[in-house]
């Protein structure tokens, strides 16, 4: 039988199936979520893997019986959920364990236009009721109709960026054997685009390399195959695709804080004096970047919650995240990866300029990257670091703890899920950037021990 308390997290539901995300877990919340919601109808996609099938069919099961309508689109991402949610105005859920190994599995939920259900906003009232529902059964009552909206879903990021008179591109897309391989032919038809497709086969097993762009060692063959075609530029997308990563002709990887000014930059020529939203872990280079043309910076906690909601509170045009995570106000405030790629082949096949080049202009800073420590005693280990740095810049606390200094900063924050320490560091420079990273991750790891 499924766990319950241990597979729903602060944004989302995530588990090993069937030992801790199972059918009858699945119906329970599809029951639940109709009850918790008051929903009427609800849409409903999964990802490729084996399990996501029969556990959406059995959340649809659960969903109908108590009396909602259900529209199931199949196969997609998860960006496609939420163009379903937005343009159906209906509840959605997503099946999907994003970049989660093959054993797992989840649901990411979401309200009429796309609005986010978290911990603090229905997801553990989602929980509880289910738990009480589980093994409860009743024969349907709602309606099913399928329905397939990759096409729409298409048409209308196309509408958000325009690539039909860009130059001639060839571009390698690493879909890692996730939904990606399903979305962007369908996205990229038609348009001034030479596709070199690495690992478009929908198999939930991941075959070839884990569906998880932020690790390094998943974009090798996207390197590599970047360099061999001699491409413009490379794309890798998460499990789920609403993520994506980019790599320019070098074969270099493009921070995802770049990404975001570059991004940024574009949505502010289009609507002047916007609010930009970032996360603390971006490079100190986006918000100076966002001033320079004109926009309003506004730095957030880390976590898709966080950003949708302060979007939504302050009207922003474009948010981003070192995760790799961009957020559109024209795509109801939620997230999609390739709406991301496609502003930078924009960017790119508006001018004749090299990718490196384009992207130059966006990257100021040296950046340790994400840094994770084992450490069962966070809250000593932030306690030294905090007593270390106090009478040497700036501390604050909104996640974690910030320390800012003369043109350098770090965050040290704890993991959600896991006895982790995540450590982002920055500096103008390499040399400052590796003292301080090195300094902190000392002070850490002698906790650790």
């Known amino acids: 039988m499924g766990d319950l308390a241990k597979i729903f997290k602060a944004y989302d539901v995530r588990g090993v199936v069937p030992d801790e995300f199972d059918e009858p877990a699945a119906e329970a919340v599809g029951a639940a979520f109709v009850e918790v919601t008051g929903a009427e109808a609800v849409v409903v996609a999964h990802d490729m893997r084996e399990s996501s099938g029969p556990l959406a069919a059995a959340f649809i099961r659960g969903a109908r019986s108590r009396g909602a309508d259900v529209v199931h689109a199949g196969l997609g991402s ?35 236009g796309a609005v986010p259900i978290g911990g603090d906003s229905g997801l553990i009232e989602i929980r509880d009721r289910a738990a009480e529902l589980i093994g409860v059964t009743a024969p349907p009552t709602g309606t099913l109709v399928e329905r397939d909206l990759l096409q729409g879903y298409a048409d209308h990021l196309r509408t958000l960026v325009d690539l039909s008179a860009i130059r001639p591109l060839k571009v390698v897309v690493d879909a890692g054997n996730g939904m990606g391989g399903h979305t962007v032919p369908a996205v990229f038809d038609g348009l001034p685009i030479e596709l070199v497709p690495l690992y478009f086969e929908l198999d ?5 390399h884990e569906a998880n762009p932020i690790e390094p060692d998943n974009l090798r063959d996207l390197q590599r195959a970047v360099l061999e075609t001699r ?10 695709a609403d993520r994506c990563w980019v790599v320019d002709e070098r074969g270099q990887s493009v921070s995802p804080s770049t990404v975001t000014a570059l991004v940024a930059v574009r949505e502010l020529a289009k609507h002047p004096g916007s609010t930009i939203i970032h996360n603390l872990i971006t490079s100190l280079g986006v918000p100076e970047i966002v001033r320079e043309h004109g926009g309003e910076p506004v730095r957030t906690r880390v976590g898709h919650s966080f950003i949708k909601a302060e979007m939504a509170r302050t009207g922003a045009v474009f948010g981003g995240e070192h995760s790799a995570h961009y957020y559109f106000r024209d795509f109801w405030f939620a997230d999609s990866g390739l ?26 800073y040296h950046a340790s990257g994400e840094i994770n420590s084992t450490v069962d005693d966070q809250d000593k280990a932030l306690r030294q670091v ?7 810049g700036r501390l604050d606390e909104l996640d974690g703890l910030t320390v800012t200094g003369s043109g350098w900063w770090f965050n040290l924050r704890a993991s959600n899920t896991e006895p982790l320490l995540r450590l982002n560091a920055e500096a103008a420079d390499q040399t400052t ?9 000392a002070i850490v790891r002698k906790v650790s021990v």
Not at 87 to 101: D, E, K, R, W, Y
Not at 339 to 364: F, N, T, W
Not at 386 to 392: G, L, T, V, Y
């Open 339 to 364: 709406l991301a790629a496609m502003h930078v082949l924009a960017a790119l096949g508006e001018q004749d300029l090299p990718l490196s080049r384009v992207v130059g202009a966006y990257s100021r």
């Open 204 to 208: 939930g097993s991941f075959p070839n």
């Open 386 to 392: 905090w007593e270390a740095f106090e009478s040497r």
């Open 433 to 441: 950037m590796t003292a301080i990273r090195d300094e902190v991750l």
């Open 78 to 112: 998860t960006d496609l959920l939420y163009y379903a949610s937005g343009s159906l105005g209906l509840p959605g859920v997503m099946f999907t364990a994003s970049h989660n190994p093959a054993r797992y599995n989840g649901m990411k939920m979401c309200r009429a």
């Open 231 to 240: 491409a413009d530029l490379g794309l890798a997308f998460d499990g789920d």
